[in-house]
């Protein structure tokens, strides 16, 4: 298994790449709750214009945005269903009565079937998923036989389909926000960012710079404890603890078996990481310089005055209508 | 019966190239008769790959893997059980230590029998036998694994596998990390339990001394393909050390200096230091 890329940086040339990770911290925050201000489709869709605009000339190819996007395919289509079924305004689409009878049942039970049977295609899992949906609803509306023993309106509002569309849209936005700063911003240079600007919490006691070394000391050592995962798994199978069968007493064996060795070393490594800095003079508390010294430039400046800009036109927006 | 290895190849997939070929082309078999085998190569020759292959640990992409009449193939197959054949094939990697875990030396050397279904009594008489393979004495099965040194820890989980009784024992750099005096023990002790149970034995090793001294077969891996299967002594005499990044025996080394500058006419195979020196004093009688 190839290492696991946290947040999916993905090294590029481009616009992105050259901003301070303050300047792309600080906008997407401020863009996330311009988004959070619009109240309607129209906008959205204006904002979803610009959005690939900015993209396009930031050379991010939308291919792999998209891609990022498909973890949470299952989120959205749930939004989007919850908000159409709970949704009881404005004028009626579709109303339809859904049968449930010993009939419509069982033939729900054959089309699952059939739907897992195609699945194994491996192709079109999406749209078979959409088959599956409009196969389910056809079935529970047309075939009322025999005894009913239960029945249901489905009624589909105007708004409830407007507002799904609006939510659908919005959460698409956050997240391809947050996806492109992950996908520009090296998790180092991201925490880096984070550490500058929470530097005034240092007046309330919170120590960022501790909270950064933590941070990263964790990303550098996610790859290696993954591996030593792979070890003392290989180690334990070749004992023969199989993590894939048995009743839950042996589960929690080998379990176990994986934890406790994992445990072990990782504090062993702790102690000697400790030592190893400390016999180069790191004293927790003390200040320390940087290599890398993050310096803002003009490209930072264009970005802050486009997003200033962005930000007080939805807030125009939102206290004009 | 035993491990053949029939034109086996294994991809990683990789970043740059599509995927990385670990190994190609291996046939190699191993029989379950008292073959003491070392496995030897450059880093990155595919050895651990290999060694992986041989309990089923990972899958060949290409060729078949043919483990006590078990066919392993890339493709898993829903009527082998593959938990099975590391019961008759025990795999011992680097460093071992780090696969102890339970409260004390008995139950973690008891943990590989039970896997395998034997009762709590039967695994604790194997564990009492295992803990005796090794060296050591029964008051360590009381006692807390951590506490032990690293040698001791080293035994104690190599007894874990033996307590399993597998017919062919396979050790990865077992070695790896003791001084010469440690080096001798454990390889010592493999020998031992070679001869008092006949079972087959493959130690992956980088160390030619011990090479030259304790095996009856050599396998030397070079880029993923078997550049050479005989004996010790064949491969020593041959060009191939050079071809395949190896080092010579100390013993050859030096007695070959010793030959070439005061040009006498010595036998350079010699496996240990003391029929080395043996054989410079029968050559110094004769002057």
């Not at chain 1, 009322?144 to 708004?159: C, V, W």
């Not at chain 1, 919490?201 to 941070?215: M, T, V, Y």
């Not at chain 1, 894939?244 to 060795?261: A, C, R, Y």
């Not at chain 1, 320390?288 to 490209?299: A, D, K, V």
């Amino acid at each position: 298994m190839n290492s696991i890329i946290i947040g999916q940086y993905i090294p590029g040339k481009g616009f992105f790449y050259k901003l301070d990770p303050r300047t792309k911290i600080l906008s997407i925050l401020f863009l996330m709750i311009s988004v959070f201000l619009l109240e309607n489709i129209t906008q959205l869709a204006i904002a979803i214009g610009i959005a690939i605009i900015i993209l396009i000339i930031g050379k991010i190819s939308i291919l792999k945005v998209l891609k990022g996007l498909k973890p949470i395919f299952v989120l959205l289509i749930f939004t989007f269903i919850f908000q159409v079924a709970l949704n009881s305004e404005g004028a009626i689409l579709s109303s339809a009565l859904l049968h449930f009878n010993i009939f419509s049942v069982l033939t729900s039970i054959v089309i699952f079937i059939i739907w897992r049977l195609l699945l194994q295609i491996g192709k079109f899992k999406i749209l078979l998923f959409f088959i599956f949906v409009l196969a389910l609803y056809f079935n529970f509306r047309y075939l009322s036989i025999g005894q009913e023993f239960y029945s249901f309106r489905l009624t589909i509002y105007e708004k409830g389909v407007e507002m799904s569309i609006f939510v659908v849209l919005r959460l698409l936005i956050i997240i391809t926000l947050t996806t492109i700063l992950t996908l520009t911003t090296k998790p180092t240079d991201l925490t880096q960012g984070m550490e500058s600007l929470m530097h005034p919490l240092k007046k309330i006691g919170f120590n960022s710079e501790d909270f950064a070394l933590i941070i990263s000391i964790s990303l550098r050592y996610i790859p290696t404890i993954f591996d030593e995962a792979q070890k003392i798994m290989a180690a334990q199978a070749s004992r023969g603890a199989d993590f894939s069968e048995g009743k839950l007493k042996d589960k929690m064996k080998q379990i176990i078996s994986l934890l406790v060795p994992m445990f072990i070393i990782a504090f062993i490594r702790s102690e000697e990481l400790a030592d190893a800095m400390e016999s180069r003079n790191f004293v927790p508390g003390e200040k320390r310089t940087r290599i890398n010294i993050l310096r803002f430039s003009m490209i930072d400046v264009y970005s802050a005055v486009f997003i200033t800009l962005c930000f007080i036109g939805t807030i125009l927006l939102r206290v004009m209508t | 019966m035993g491990i053949r290895f029939k034109n086996v190849t294994h991809e990683y997939p990789s970043y740059s190239k599509k995927t990385y070929k670990a190994i190609q082309g291996i046939n190699l078999n191993i029989g379950t008769d008292d073959e003491y085998i070392a496995l030897i190569g450059h880093t990155g020759s595919g050895k651990s790959t290999l060694a992986k292959h041989m309990n089923a640990l990972i899958f060949p992409t290409l060729g078949e893997v043919e483990i006590f009449g078990n066919n392993i193939k890339s493709k898993r197959d829903k009527n082998i059980n593959y938990n099975n054949i590391r019961k008759r094939v025990g795999l011992v990697f680097q460093f071992p230590e780090y696969q102890l875990f339970e409260e004390t030396v008995e139950k973690d050397i008891m943990f590989g029998p039970m896997n395998f279904k034997k009762s709590e009594e039967e695994a604790k008489k194997l564990a009492l036998e295992a803990i005796h393979l090794v060296g050591l004495d029964e008051t360590y099965l009381k006692r807390n694994p951590f506490n032990l040194s690293g040698g001791e820890k080293k035994r104690v989980s190599i007894a874990g596998i033996l307590a399993i009784d597998p017919e062919i024992l396979v050790l990865d750099e077992p070695t790896s990390g003791l001084d010469p005096e440690g080096k001798q023990t454990l390889m010592d002790l493999f020998s031992d339990i070679h001869k008092k149970t006949g079972k087959s034995i493959i130690i992956i090793t980088h160390d030619m001394d011990l090479v030259y001294r304790y095996f009856k077969r050599v396998v030397v891996m070079k880029d993923g393909r078997i550049s050479f299967d005989g004996t010790p002594d064949e491969l020593f005499k041959s060009d191939i050390i050079e071809e395949n990044h190896l080092d010579l025996p100390n013993t050859i080394k030096v007695l070959s200096y010793i030959k070439d500058k005061f040009n006498l006419d010595i036998n350079i195979y010699q496996k240990i230091a003391e029929e080395a020196v043996q054989e410079i004093n029968r050559v110094m009688e004769y002057e």
